[in-house]
C-alpha cells in the first residue's frame, strides 16, 4: 500500500505544489536542526542540479532572444593589414607594376552591412525567440514540481517509517507485560510454561520488528537526506516535524471532477509548455516558407591604405645637360647637340597624405532570388508541416494526461474516503476483540494463539487505517490544488 501511495505521487508532478502548502501549514520549524517539508523544499528548490540546469535553460532563452533582437541592426566590422612584397607587383593603390626587394603596404578599413529584407524572417525569429524564453519558464517550473515531487515522496516516506517504529515499540510494550505476567503466573503454578515460551518468542519477534522498522526509518532518513545533497552524517542527527491528527482531518470532496479539469487546463505548466509548442511550431513553418522570398541585403565601406612604392617629388627640379649627337659641317667643323632636361628629387609619400589621398568609399547592395536550391525549402516546409502536426498532438496528449491524472485523483480520493471508513470501522472492531480476548487471555479463557492472532488482527488495522488516514488526507488536497483552492489543514 505505501509503494502504491508513493506511485500515486510520481504519476502526478504538477499536484505537488498542493502537497507543499499543505505541509506549510502544520510543519513549523522547532529547532535549527528540525527539518519541516518547508525546510526540505527550499534547500532543494535552491541546490538541486536539475532545477540549476533548467533555470541555465530559461537564461539561454534569454540569451536566444537578445540575439534576435540584434538580428535586425547592422554589423560593423574594421581591418587592418600590414605587410611586405617582395620582387615584381603591382602596387595596390597606382595599379602599375614595381619592383623592388620589399614594399611594404598598409591598408585600414571600416564595413558595415544591413539585412534590409529577408522573407520577415528576423521578425519569426524574434517572436520564436520570445515563445522559448516562456517555453523554458515553464519548463523551469515543471521541473522545481517534479523536484519537489521527489522529496515530498521520501518525506511522507518517512513519517510512514516513523509510524511503523511506534507502532512496533508499542507492541514490544503490550507483549512485555504479558511476559512479565506470564512469568508470575508460571511461579505460581498457575499456568504452562509453554504459555511462557509462546510469549517469549512472540516478545523476541516484536524485537526483531523493531529492529526492521528502526532500519527502514534509517533507510528512509538516509535517502530523504541524499535528495538534499547533504553530507550522510546528518542522518544521524536528522529531526522532522510531524503532522498531527486533526491536521489529518480531510476536506470534502468535489462531487465530480469536471470543475477541477476545467481549472486545471489553463493554469498548469505542462499545458502551457505543450501550447507554447503549437504557436513555435507554426513560427518555425513561417520560417520555412519565408526561404521562397528574395533576399535583399545593403553594404557601405570606407577604406584607405598605404604603400612604400608610392613617390611624391621633393624640392624643386635640377637641370642637367646630355649630348644627344653631333652636328657635323665639314671635315674640319662639327657641333655637339646639348639637351637639358629636369631631374626631379623622388621620395616615398608620406603617410599621412597617403592616407588622405588613398580615402576611399563605396556602398553596395544585392539581391539573391531563390530559384533552385535542391529542393531544400520544399523539403523544410514539408518538415516543419510535420512538426506542426506533431505539436499539436502532443499537445491534446498532454491534456488528456491531465484529465485523466485528475480523474484518476478524484476516484483515488473518493476511494480513500471511502477506505478510510471501512478501515476505521476495521479498527473498532478488532480493537473490541483483542481487548476481549487479552481479557479472556488474562483469565485463562484464552490460549496463547488466541492472543496472538487478535494481536495480528488489531496491528494491521492500526496499520492500515494509519495509512489509509494519510492518503486521504493528501488525495484530498491534491484535489483542493486541482481546483486552485488555497491548500490548507485548518
Known sequence: MLKMTIDFWKERSAACAAF?????????????????????????LENNLQIKLAELGS???????????????????????????????????????????A??????????????FNGFQNHLNLQRARLAQ?????????????????????YLNLLFQEEFVRLANFNREATSRQVDRMRSLVKAGAAAEFDLFDLE???AADDANIVASENALSL?????????????????????????????????LPASPAGTVNHAMGTFPEIQQAELQVEDSRLGLEIAKSGRYPRLFASYNIGTGFSGA???????????????????????????LVAQQEVFNLITTPFSQQLNQNFNQSVFFSMSIPIFNNFSVKSSIEQAQVNALRSKYQLEQARQTLQVSIESAWAD??????????????????????????????????????????????DNARINALRARYDLAFKSRILDFYMGKPITFE
Not at 71 to 98: E, K, M
Open 201 to 203: 518468542a512472540q516478545l
Open 413 to 458: 480520493a473518493q476511494a480513500a474516503s471511502q477506505t478510510l471508513i471501512a478501515q476505521e470501522s476495521a479498527l473498532t472492531a478488532a480493537e473490541k476483540s483483542f481487548q476481549s480476548t487479552e481479557k479472556r487471555y488474562e483469565a485463562g479463557a484464552a490460549s496463547a494463539i488466541d492472543y496472538a492472532d487478535a494481536r495480528t488482527l488489531y
Open 220 to 252: 528512509a532518513k538516509l535517502n530523504l537526506v541524499q535528495l538534499l545533497q547533504l553530507p550522510a552524517e546528518v542522518a544521524q542527527n536528522f529531526e522532522w516535524v510531524r503532522p498531527t491528527d486533526a491536521d489529518l482531518v480531510p476536506g470534502a
Open 310 to 336: 608610392s613617390r611624391t617629388i621633393d624640392g624643386p627640379p635640377s637641370i642637367e645637360e646630355f649630348v644627344l649627337g653631333s652636328l657635323v659641317v665639314d671635315d674640319s667643323t662639327s657641333y655637339d
Open 134 to 154: 516562456q517555453s523554458a519558464a515553464a519548463s523551469l517550473l515543471t521541473t522545481q514540481n517534479n523536484v519537489v515531487l521527489t522529496i515530498a515522496g521520501a
Open 20 to 44: 507543499i502548502f499543505a505541509c506549510f501549514i502544520w510543519m513549523p520549524i522547532h529547532a535549527q536542526n528540525t527539518w519541516s517539508l518547508e525546510r526540505c523544499v527550499e534547500h532543494a
Open 103 to 116: 614594399i611594404r603596404s598598409n591598408s585600414f578599413g571600416l564595413s558595415t552591412g544591413v539585412v534590409l
Open 59 to 101: 537564461t539561454s532563452a534569454e540569451i536566444g532572444t537578445q540575439s534576435a533582437q540584434g538580428a535586425f541592426l547592422p554589423n560593423l566590422n574594421g581591418n587592418l593589414t600590414h605587410g611586405y612584397n617582395f620582387g615584381r607587383t603591382i602596387d595596390p593603390f597606382t595599379n602599375q607594376f614595381v619592383e623592388s626587394s
